[in-house]
């Protein structure tokens, strides 16, 4: 791994996106290959979201940086309660189907509460926080959003990792047959509200001085089956009345904090683990 040192040291982020990538994509092809396209969730989901992890541990030894600063960015607990409380309120809000439920009612609809166990949803949330898609954000937010928002604005930064953040689940609408991604929503609903979501973490990560543990409650949380559903068929605006509202709270914060660094102040430090600009 040496002689691409040089490359990864001229080039860290693409050199991140690409191992990112290599691992995800390889293991969606052996899935796909060996099992077929309906290899359950656990198999089909769960290895493949350790790529941006395995990623950004790679690249970041390999800059000889420092691994415990940067896997340290979890440990930052001690922040103001709001966060806490964002961090647990908006993936209810807009993830798990309380606004647009919300809207539906407001204009007339009904709503209906779906009667799954509530172990059912302690074992999701500690299987994605622990095992799964939340171990992205070491990634995702960790690596690459403090690394592109030096060279440019933590908005920008964080609209270019929505965007990969896309391509980066496209196997599992094509290749995969998995209810919750469905083709049709892909470059519509899906791929908005991903980039949106994008720079609501971002927000929440460098507003809690570069805490992991925050996008990490708020990804585990907002992958939780929804609990409150319109009963009755959304029609017109109202079908997208979620992901529209997520889109126009995250241009809020945009107006409210500044495209610079998404927050009242950047993170500290600027780049976690990178011991040669830190020192």
């Given at each position: 791994m040496s002689r691409f040192k040089p490359v990864i040291r001229e080039h860290p982020c693409s050199s991140f996106f690409v191992l990112a990538f290599l691992w995800t994509y390889t293991y969606d092809a052996i899935i796909y290959v060996t099992v077929g396209p309906s290899p359950g969730l656990l198999l089909g989901e769960l290895p493949r979201t350790w790529g941006p992890l395995i990623a950004a541990v790679l690249v970041t030894w390999l800059l000889d940086g420092n691994l415990r600063e940067w896997?340290?960015?979890?440990?930052?607990w001690r922040v103001k309660p709001r966060w806490y409380v964002i961090a647990i309120g908006l993936p209810f809000l807009f993830a798990n189907g309380l606004a647009e439920s919300g809207i539906h009612l407001i204009t007339g609809g009904s709503i209906e509460v779906l009667p799954s166990?509530?172990?059912?949803?302690?074992?999701?949330?500690?299987?994605?926080?622990?095992?799964?898609g939340a171990l992205e954000e070491f990634g995702w937010r960790g690596f690459a959003q403090p690394r592109l928002q030096e060279r440019y604005s933590a908005f920008v930064?964080?609209?270019?990792?929505?965007?990969?953040?896309?391509?980066?689940?496209?196997?599992?609408?094509y290749l995969f047959d998995f209810a919750a991604y469905d083709t049709a929503a892909l470059w519509g609903t899906f791929g908005v509200w991903l980039i949106a979501r994008s720079v609501v973490f971002a927000w929440i990560y460098n507003s809690t001085g570069g805490s992991l543990l925050f996008p990490m409650l708020m990804h585990a949380l907002g992958n939780l089956p929804q609990v409150i559903v319109p009963a009755t068929e959304l029609n017109g605006i109202g079908q997208y009345s979620g992901e529209i509202l997520l889109v126009l709270f995250s241009i809020g914060l945009v107006v409210a904090y500044g495209p610079s660094y998404l927050a009242a102040s950047p993170p500290d430090p600027l780049v976690p683990g990178n011991s040669a600009r830190n020192r």
């Open positions: 896997a340290g960015q979890v440990t930052k166990p509530w172990w059912h949803y302690v074992l999701n949330f500690v299987v994605v926080l622990f095992f799964a930064a964080a609209l270019g990792i929505g965007g990969i953040w896309v391509i980066w689940h496209l196997p599992l609408f």
